[in-house]
């Protein structure tokens, strides 16, 4: 059996073993593979992995031997589906991997905006504190966030964990969700509709999957619901904020900050607004790219191959 692996740098860029996935049939890993030379690298392929190389009608009605895609990740919008089913092409995922890497990114940007870790360590690099008349300084206003309020946008298995953590550090929590589950085991939590929990959170922390009621839902209009001194986190999915409505609203003033993960498009063009908006952090989309992560993503990646074999498929997604 062929199994072919499009675009395997990112997962695994060597730190890594393909050993599980290679014990189970002939495997080809490319690091990446262009869209042109998708059919040609698949032709005798029967299983596929690939995370972001686009698997479309076109392309698997080319491929007639493929009975098995495997995704590298949660989000399985670069293969159609339709498609796959209509070709009797099983689609897995990769569910649930990489949570506690995400919620972990997540508070390191809340924490970026509250203690400016790096830039105020990089004064003191540059002399700063040497020269200083005073015992201490700050150069940005210090905040606490006992007390403060997140808004959870999306309170799936991610933003549930947000809130746990959001909980020890004492803050109080507004959610809102497609699905709306008591939620004792956390203090000061309540379920809110979107513009009161745009209008009352400190912080607003995205973590619901892009649908077509979700794309740009973040815009020039929610925006201006927000807090004047409020900040905004996407670890989510890119579509999800309108970019130059973003920009607007961080060159204006009109939020005091955001931190993003991901962008509408990645990598970005050089004049994504986003690159050059003030009190703006950006990461490269590395939120699930923690080693524990990947080699959590690795191995259900061979779970699901393996019950593929076996004729009992897992992690369905169609």
């Not at 995922?93 to 990489?98: A, T």
């Not at 920009?247 to 003033?253: F, Q």
């Not at 779970?303 to 369905?316: R, S």
Request: charged share 20%; hydrophobic share 45%; proline share 5%.
């Amino acid at each position: 059996m062929k199994i072919v692996v499009l675009d395997g740098y990112t997962l695994n860029p060597g730190d890594l073993t393909w050993d599980r996935i290679k014990s189970q049939g002939d495997v080809e890993v490319y690091d990446r593979t262009p869209v042109d030379k998708i059919v040609e690298r698949c032709t005798d392929a029967t299983v596929v992995f690939t995370n972001k190389v686009p698997l479309s009608k076109e392309t698997l009605d080319q491929l007639p031997h493929l009975k098995f895609i495997g995704v590298l990740a949660t989000g399985y919008n670069i293969v159609d589906v339709a498609a796959a089913k209509n070709n009797n092409i099983i689609v897995s995922n990769i569910p649930g991997y990489g949570t506690d890497s995400v919620v972990q990114l997540t508070f390191a940007m809340i924490l970026a905006f509250c203690h400016h870790v790096e830039s105020h360590s990089a004064s003191v690099v540059e002399g700063n504190w040497s020269t200083s008349k005073d015992f201490c300084y700050w150069n940005f206003p210090l905040i606490e966030l006992v007390g403060k309020t997140i808004g959870i946008i999306g309170f799936g298995s991610i933003g549930a964990k947000v809130g746990e953590v959001a909980a020890a550090f004492g803050m109080n929590i507004l959610a809102t969700g497609r699905v709306q589950r008591e939620q004792s085991n956390l203090k000061n939590f309540q379920w809110v509709a979107i513009d009161e929990l745009l209008s009352k959170s400190d912080f607003v922390s995205i973590h619901c999957p892009l649908t077509p009621e979700t794309k740009g839902l973040i815009n020039t209009t929610t925006l201006g619901l927000m807090k004047k001194s409020a900040f905004l986190i996407n670890t989510s999915r890119g579509p999800i904020v309108v970019e130059k409505d973003l920009a607007d609203a961080l060159n204006n003033g009109t939020i005091a900050g955001a931190g993003i993960d991901v962008l509408s498009i990645e990598p970005p063009p050089a004049d994504n607004p986003l690159l050059k908006a003030k009190n703006c952090i950006i990461t490269p989309h590395i939120a699930w790219a923690t080693k524990e992560a990947r080699i959590r993503l690795m191995e259900l990646a061979a779970d699901n191959l393996a019950a593929f074999i076996a004729g009992k498929p897992i992690n369905l997604v169609q």
